[in-house]
């Protein structure tokens, strides 16, 4: 548990280097996007491009509200940490420790498949906290955190009941 909090860290600064990369690479594709939608960073219609670094659910019509996106967020990271603890359960003789990274990798980009045009399939709160936090910098200002709730929400709600599963239902004693 005492690694927990640097656990923590290393995810954010990780979302935090990959916004500022983003930022870097994209800087001119954004500016051309928004001089073409009529956008001005900082307002609230400048989530169309702040999109470019994370997820707005509010930008899918798929998306009936806040409740539903946390739902959807809670339900894709239930998904990918019942996966990873399934696969890396003691108990689990039957996944080669060579089979776990791209069964990962596969359960991740089922998630974003089914999930990626409703909510971005963020399932992750510090993949998303990161490059808000740059987007925030760079000129959107407060309308960077528009519909973050949810995905700090739902993946706090999605993860324990993910690990649960696996942990007491699958490898039940």
Not at 4 to 22: C, F, M, R, T
Request: no cysteine; charged share 10%; aromatic share 12%.
């Amino acid at each position: 548990m005492k690694k927990v909090p640097l656990y923590w860290a290393a995810q954010l600064l990780g979302g935090i280097l990959a916004g500022g990369i983003n930022l870097l690479i994209f800087t001119a594709a954004i500016a051309d996007f928004e001089e073409q939608q009529g956008l001005t960073r900082g307002h609230s219609s400048s989530i169309k491009s702040a999109a470019a670094f994370g997820d707005y659910w509010s930008l899918s019509p798929g998306v009936a509200g806040p409740f539903h996106a946390v739902f959807i967020e809670a339900f894709g990271t239930a998904f990918l940490t019942f996966v990873i603890f399934a696969i890396t359960h003691p108990k689990n003789e039957s996944v080669a420790s060579s089979a776990v990274a791209p069964m990962v990798g596969t359960a991740i980009g089922v998630m974003i498949a089914l999930l990626g045009s409703l909510t971005g399939a963020g399932i992750n709160p510090a993949r998303d906290l990161g490059p808000r936090i740059v987007t925030s910098m760079a000129g959107w200002g407060s309308a960077a955190f528009t519909n973050f709730g949810a995905y700090i929400v739902g993946p706090l709600i999605g993860g324990p009941i993910g690990a649960f599963i696996a942990d007491y239902i699958l490898f039940m004693d």
